[in-house]
Structures are given as C-alpha cells and as structure tokens.
C-alpha cells in the first residue's frame, strides 16, 4: 500500500502562482511514476503531468509551460509548481502514483484545491 498526501492548494488570482506537494509513504520501493491529476465540478478527471523515477516527464497540453513537475527521491515528494495560474485551472488536484509515463497507477491521495479568482 502507498499512502498519499497533497498540500498546498487554496485560493490565488489569475496570473498567481502555487506549489502543490504530495507526500508519498508505505510501499514505495515499486513506484516508477508519480502523477498530477485535476478535477473540476462536473468534469472528467485529467492528468497533468507525470514524472518518472528516472526523471522523464509529460505534461497535458493545456499546461502550455506554465506548470512544471518535479520530485524530491530523499523526501519521497513530488511537486507541482503552477505559474500563470488562470480560472480554468479551478479544480481539486489529486496526485497518483504507479503505472508509467502514460498511464496512472492504482494509488491516490484524497486531493486538494485550487481555486483561481480575482
């Protein structure tokens, strides 16, 4: 079992910017990839980015450069620095681990949220 926590949501203005982290704990010596996901209300959930324990990484269209992934193996966190942040990032990231490059893995913390308003 792999636990996760996320922290680091809350709410900015457009054009702020955030840091999310995801603490990871318990079995994680099998884990490869870590994942960012997002879901807004009403929305199908969506992967942001991934990173790989080897450091290659992929990011969602949308993020157009402005979010960049990121893990620490020491602290067994991952990040997600968000820049340019806009309305529409608006949802609860959730962030996975497991699976690989392309695809999530079978664990997930319970999210936190982004709120972008003025």
């Known amino acids: 079992q792999v636990q996760l926590v996320e922290s680091g949501g809350g709410l900015v203005q457009p054009g702020g910017s955030l840091r999310l982290s995801c603490a990871a704990s318990?079995?994680?010596?099998?884990?490869?990839?870590m994942h960012w996901y997002r879901q807004a209300p009403g929305k199908v959930r969506e992967l942001v980015a991934t990173?790989?324990?080897?450091?290659?990484?992929n990011y969602a269209g949308f993020v157009m450069g402005r979010f960049t992934i990121s893990r620490d193996n020491a602290k067994d966190t991952v990040y997600l620095q968000m820049n340019s942040l806009k309305p529409e990032d608006t949802a609860v990231y959730l962030c996975?681990?497991?699976?690989?490059?392309?695809?999530?893995?079978?664990?997930w913390g319970q999210g936190t949220q982004v709120t972008v308003a003025s």
């Open positions: 990173i790989t324990t080897g450091g290659s990484v």
């Open positions: 318990g079995s994680i010596g099998s884990i490869n990839a």
């Open positions: 996975n681990a497991g699976g690989g490059l392309y695809y999530p893995g079978p664990y």
